[in-house]
């Protein structure tokens, strides 16, 4: 199942973004790429229609589509023969063309006993290890296959069989002992009450995310590091994640790559900055996050040089582990 294609049939119903909205990142966008391809024809370009689409996944689907002129070059240097590294101006403009976009988005939040299923995947030494996990909304609830053996003798253990896992709600309990792992709900809850303001948001996230400080980092390295951490989260509400966009662009030396592919061969846009020193975190050489270049969905990411390289193959929430959307 293609399950991008898939969930953009879901809630047709929602209105299209609105344009006037929509309209200043894509005019930016627009004149940024007909000069970087054709500067000496922009002047008098031949022009055709374009259809950037947008929809989110999971539970939080809409569908919605953007209209956009482009020069008949710049459309086919866009389209063409491979990856394209935007300027700085122009990866801008894409980044907030991307967060207009997903902010207007709906969604809803799942029943406290719904599961939010991930199929992902992860390359070792080049070579694909898929995985499916299942957690209960409300942190009562964890399922995984391929099993995780158990200590001890192993001779029985089937790692076909689908292991589920199911414990005492342990939120309040988390929350007044301080501990940093929440679930899915108590997370997309913070989420929730993050400002759409980049800086603002950036700054709560570092204050509460726990993912924890690095001593000689940069404030423009821990972002990043926040940020990837955070696209990993499958339902994010589009508030937050035009905020993510917005704070991307923020990072100096990010750049917006069109034209490439994801970890597992879907076409993609690719979001990265380059170290050319290893940072105080041990990240070094370029770092990118791929997205889908309708939705803006997550779809992976690269930590350059075989560092970490992963891929989110399909998503959604359903009604009981070992379900799929």
Do not use: C
Not at 136 to 147: K, S, V
Not at 163 to 180: A, H, I, L, S, T
């Amino acid at each position: 199942m293609n399950e991008l294609s898939e969930l953009r049939g879901v809630r047709a119903d929602v209105p299209l973004p609105d344009a006037d909205r929509l309209t200043a990142p894509r005019a930016r966008l627009t004149a940024a790429i007909r000069r970087e391809t054709r500067p000496e024809r922009a002047a008098h370009p031949g022009r055709r229609m374009v259809l950037v689409g947008a929809a989110t996944a999971g539970v939080l689907a809409v569908t919605a589509g953007i209209v956009a002129t482009l020069p008949e070059d710049s459309t086919r240097a866009s389209a063409g023969k491979g990856p394209r590294v935007l300027s700085a101006g122009a990866s801008a403009d894409a980044l907030e063309l991307a967060a207009a976009t997903v902010e207007k988005q709906g969604g809803t939040e799942p029943g406290p006993k719904q599961w939010v299923y991930e199929k992902s995947t992860v390359f070792l030494q080049g070579k694909p290890h898929s995985s499916e996990e299942w957690t209960r909304w409300d942190g009562t609830g964890h399922a995984n296959l391929p099993g995780i053996p158990p200590a001890g003798d192993i001779s029985d253990f089937d790692p076909d069989e689908l292991q589920v896992w199911y414990g005492p709600n342990q939120e309040e309990k988390w929350r007044k002992e301080g501990y940093d792992d929440r679930s899915q709900r108590q997370f997309h809850r913070f989420l929730a009450t993050l400002p759409s303001d980049p800086d603002r948001m950036m700054k709560r996230i570092r204050e509460e995310h726990a993912i924890g400080s690095v001593e000689g980092e940069t404030r423009a390295q821990r972002d990043w590091r926040e940020i990837d951490v955070l696209y990993r989260s499958v339902l994010i509400p589009p508030n937050v994640r035009a905020g993510l966009f917005r704070a991307l662009a923020k990072i100096p030396g990010t750049r917006v790559t069109t034209g490439v592919k994801d970890p597992l061969g879907r076409a993609a846009i690719g979001v990265s900055v380059t170290y050319t020193e290893r940072t105080p975190s041990g990240r070094q050489s370029k770092q990118e996050i791929f997205f889908d270049p309708e939705s803006y969905a997550y779809l992976g990411e690269s930590g350059g040089d075989g560092e970490m390289v992963s891929a989110r193959a399909a998503w959604g929430v359903v009604d009981k582990p070992g379900a799929r959307p």
